[in-house]
């Protein structure tokens, strides 16, 4: 017999030593598209012959779109002996699983929260009984969670731009909590927030500021914003990322605002130091998430890591305007909603999110 595994299980244990085999049972088209990373693919037609390829003393997770071809595959395996669990829900319920991880940024205690199978990430800051929330999803009980065990007041809600990839909770939050919403007025939305401006400073208790002091970062898109806690970190958004930079492409204007990524990058981004910790928002197929360590990188490893941010403008921009990968699934109908700031039903939310993160380039 097989055993299920839910997802926030599953993610407790991705990158460590307890890690299970994970066997992805769909076709090559849909393993292409979104897989979870390090798993390999048989589909389920080929399992039978290709039983070899599947370790004998490792737990195997077989995966699929929502459990059904999965458990199948789970089925057949424990009758060769083989430890097995089926991951419950498949791929679609991966999408919704959500994990957290706790670190200090000298004097601030910052939350970062993982969408795993999103690769979403979003941030609270807290000092003196209060906290700020920046980039939240509208899955709002995990930050309301988070303050309550640390004892926070959310008092500030803050994108880092118009998202394209996944619904904003960020309107949401605010209006629950009774916090203030700050946006970038670059990025046009239908609805009352309250603007930010280049150089804007946010105070935490206890001495402690958020400096938007690399707000104008525009490039992903217009209203792209930048936080720098301290000198500690940096909350960079879609604009950099521990593996690239944000894709200049969706407004249809790539060359334009690959120009823009660039100076943002150059003259906003990279004259922090090099000691100066990268917060992204977002985290690609290739990068690897532990369960007690933050996504991260120093600047200084990522100027060395990430051979195009030495290149001259026009090589920089010729590289970002010809990386044609797929863009975010459904991506025009989330700007729309995201403008908007409206409801969405949870039926319409699940079809809008499915697939990963395509932020990148």
Not at 8 to 32: K, N
Not at 41 to 60: F, H, Q, W, Y
Not at 192 to 205: K, S
Not at 301 to 317: C, G, I, T
């Amino acid at each position: 017999m097989y055993r299920d595994i839910s997802g926030e299980e599953l993610a407790s244990r991705i990158e460590t030593e307890d890690a299970p085999f994970l066997l992805d049972v769909r076709e090559p088209d849909e393993f292409a598209a979104w897989s979870i990373r390090g798993a390999a693919n048989v589909p389920i037609a080929e399992l039978e012959a290709r039983l070899a390829e599947v370790p004998e003393e490792r737990e195997i997770v077989t995966v699929c779109a929502s459990g059904g071809r999965s458990s199948i595959a789970a089925t057949a395996l424990a009758r060769t002996g083989r430890r097995v669990a089926n991951l419950a829900g498949g791929m679609a319920a991966w999408g919704t699983v959500y994990d957290s991880v706790t670190f200090d940024l000298g004097g601030v205690v910052a939350v970062q929260v993982r969408r795993r199978g999103k690769g979403c990430l979003s941030y609270l800051l807290g000092s003196g009984g209060e906290a700020f929330v920046v980039d939240p999803s509208l899955d709002l009980d995990h930050y309301l969670a988070i303050a309550a065990e640390h004892e926070w007041r959310i008092t500030r809600v803050l994108d880092t731009h118009l998202h394209a990839d996944h619904l904003s909770g960020a309107r949401a939050l605010a209006e629950t909590v009774g916090a203030t919403l700050h946006l970038n007025p670059a990025d046009d939305f239908g609805f009352a927030y309250e603007p930010i401006a280049d150089g804007q400073r946010f105070d935490l208790p206890g001495g402690v500021s958020l400096g938007a002091v690399t707000v104008l970062t525009p490039g992903h898109t217009r209203g792209s914003t930048a936080y720098v806690v301290g000198d500690r970190a940096v909350l960079t958004g879609d604009t950099l990322f521990v593996d690239g930079v944000g894709r200049p492409d969706l407004a249809e204007r790539a060359a334009e605002f690959a120009r823009n990524l660039y100076r943002s990058l150059t003259e906003r981004i990279l004259v922090l130091g090099d000691e100066v910790l990268v917060l992204p928002a977002h985290y690609g197929a290739s990068v690897a998430v532990r369960p007690d360590e933050p996504v991260e990188i120093a600047l200084g490893a990522l100027r060395r890591e990430l051979a195009a941010l030495s290149w001259p403008e026009q090589e920089f921009v010729a590289w970002a305007t010809e990386r044609s990968t797929p863009r975010p699934p459904n991506y025009e109908a989330i700007i729309r909603a995201n403008a908007a700031g409206r409801s969405i039903a949870a039926s319409v939310r699940a079809g809008l999110e499915l697939g990963p993160n395509r932020c990148s380039v």
